[in-house]
């Protein structure tokens, strides 16, 4: 049975930080590229950022880039998202999910909540 789990989410003030985990089991995650997608109340998913199966290559949406650090660790089947400078804008549920979340194929978790708030 595949499975991601996603943690790490909670409630933080602006401009903290929180790292998000994903770890997953069931299928080959070293050969998958991974992506994490986020969903803010009331709004459509919004892809955040990939990285390839080797981690060679990471790409971010503009909303977060140079806040946010995708990386994966191949040996424990877990993907990471550092997200630091957190603001209220960056409040969603935060999905990981294989490629990048758009094919009915993909695998996807159940989503960990970040709310920033002060």
């Known amino acids: 049975e595949v499975q991601l789990e996603e943690s790490g989410g909670g409630l933080v003030q602006p401009g903290g930080s929180l790292r998000l985990s994903c770890a997953a089991s069931?299928?080959?995650?070293?050969?998958?590229?991974m992506s994490w997608v986020r969903q803010a109340p009331r709004k459509g998913p919004e892809w955040v950022s990939s990285?390839?199966?080797?981690?060679?290559?990471?790409v971010y949406a503009d909303s977060v880039k140079g806040r946010f650090t995708i990386s994966r660790d191949n040996a424990k089947n877990t993907l990471y998202l550092q997200m630091n400078s957190l603001q209220p804008t960056d409040t969603a549920v935060y999905y990981c999910?294989?490629?990048?979340?758009?094919?009915?194929?993909?695998?996807w978790g159940q989503g960990t909540q970040v709310t920033v708030s002060s």
């Open positions: 069931g299928f080959a995650f070293a050969s998958y590229d």
């Open positions: 999910a294989s490629g990048l979340g758009t094919d009915p194929d993909d695998y």
């Open positions: 990285i390839t199966s080797t981690s060679a290559g990471t």
